[in-house]
């Protein structure tokens, strides 16, 4: 406790506030919060629901992470009138406080300099998160909304919008696939390090002879596009089909045949949506996610290309990325980054910070030695 320099901590964690206030644009974000109050307070609103929804959600998400920043450059502040004051009474309880709140606020400055390193193209944008469950029957199905709920409880802690816009339930329990968005800056770009395999390890509560069962799901994460970006669909390419939106078991969500899928024709890819009882709406929305996947599909293809002109053979970072094992120990394990953590009740929780900023870290390296 008497080794520690406080005023060197201090300016150091001021420093690095300073150069994160920079990368994250305050005055941007104070004009876009106060852009977007406007259009909140307006009458008419929620004539629009979509619109309104995107809004309200964008706001909701711009003012926390303002609220957070300015929260913590006060918390640093405060720390150092503390200091201060029980250096001069010589008040060893205050400093032992403020040793430990100075690790709180260290701690907390990190999870926001990790912002710095999302400097990507897509980064700051909104993500769309597809979820699908693969080999392990019945097990795989639960797994894959286990991981549902685990990203969504995620964005609920953090106080960030999520849209479900399509979930095809599993016949015995659990999902097939499902299709959601997360309304938060930075979302895409924090997000996308969860890309990839997932397997989980467990007894199988779907095993009357209660026999260890292994099974995956696959995680894929794409950034929801703007009017701006560069993305033409030919409509003949799409093939568009409408069917009755279901719930769990088969159970009927409404009573027209309001649901939509899309098929691109040229690439195979599929997106359906049904959260919405206009077919207009749902095509609208299953529309934003397959200009998404194409624009992902078209990065990734320039990528590949990169890769192979370099020599590149090695697998794609994202595959077989996070080991979940219940039985006969408990661990969740990331892959690439080694960051573990032995509470997977926490993590199914959405306690995926410490996994998401190790993942951002690695990542940022890997691209280091690829330039």
């Not at 912002?115 to 897509?122: D, I």
């Not at 696939?177 to 890309?195: K, R």
């Not at 590149?312 to 690439?336: E, F, T």
């Not at 953590?341 to 900023?357: A, I, K, Q, T, Y």
């Amino acid at each position: 406790m008497a080794g520690i320099d406080y005023d060197a901590e201090i300016k150091q964690l001021q420093a690095t506030m300073k150069t994160v206030g920079q990368v994250l644009n305050l005055d941007r974000m104070r004009g876009e919060i106060a852009d977007l109050s406007e259009q909140v307070a307006a009458p008419d609103l929620w004539d629009d629901v979509e619109s309104a929804t995107r809004i309200t959600g964008r706001l909701s998400a711009l003012q926390g992470e303002l609220d957070r920043f300015t929260g913590l450059e006060s918390r640093i502040e405060d720390l150092g009138l503390m200091v201060e004051m029980a250096q001069e009474e010589g008040d060893a309880d205050t400093l032992a406080d403020s040793e430990a709140e100075l690790a709180r606020i260290k701690k907390s400055v990190e999870s926001l300099e990790i912002r710095t390193l999302l400097s990507g193209e897509y980064d700051e944008r909104e993500a769309i998160v597809t979820i699908r469950s693969g080999a392990g029957g019945v097990d795989a199905a639960d797994f894959a909304e286990m991981l549902m709920r685990m990203y969504t409880r995620w964005a609920e802690q953090h106080k960030y919008g999520v849209e479900v816009y399509d979930v095809s339930y599993a016949e015995e329990a659990g999902i097939k696939s499902a299709e959601f968005a997360i309304h938060a800056p930075y979302a895409y770009g924090t997000l996308s390090v969860e890309a990839g395999t997932h397997r989980l390890v467990r007894i199988s509560p779907f095993d009357n002879q209660g026999r260890r069962q292994t099974s995956f799901a696959a995680v894929e994460v794409v950034p929801v596009l703007e009017q701006t970006d560069e993305i033409e669909v030919d409509e003949n390419d799409i093939r568009t089909d409408v069917f009755r939106s279901g719930g769990p078991g088969g159970q009927s969500v409404n009573t027209t045949d309001s649901a939509v899928r899309l098929t691109h024709i040229p690439t195979g890819i599929v997106v359906s949506c049904q959260n919405e009882k206009s077919q207009l709406q749902n095509k609208a929305s299953a529309m934003v996610v397959l200009k998404a996947k194409l624009l992902a599909k078209k990065k990734a293809e320039e990528a590949a290309l990169k890769k192979d002109l370099k020599g590149d053979v090695a697998a794609s970072w994202g595959d077989q990325m996070r080991n979940y094992v219940l039985n006969p120990y408990q661990i969740v394990k990331d892959l690439r980054t080694g960051h573990e953590s032995g509470n997977p009740s926490s993590v199914f929780d959405g306690d995926l910070d410490d996994f998401m900023e190790a993942g951002i870290r690695w990542r940022r390296g890997a691209e280091k030695v690829d330039a």
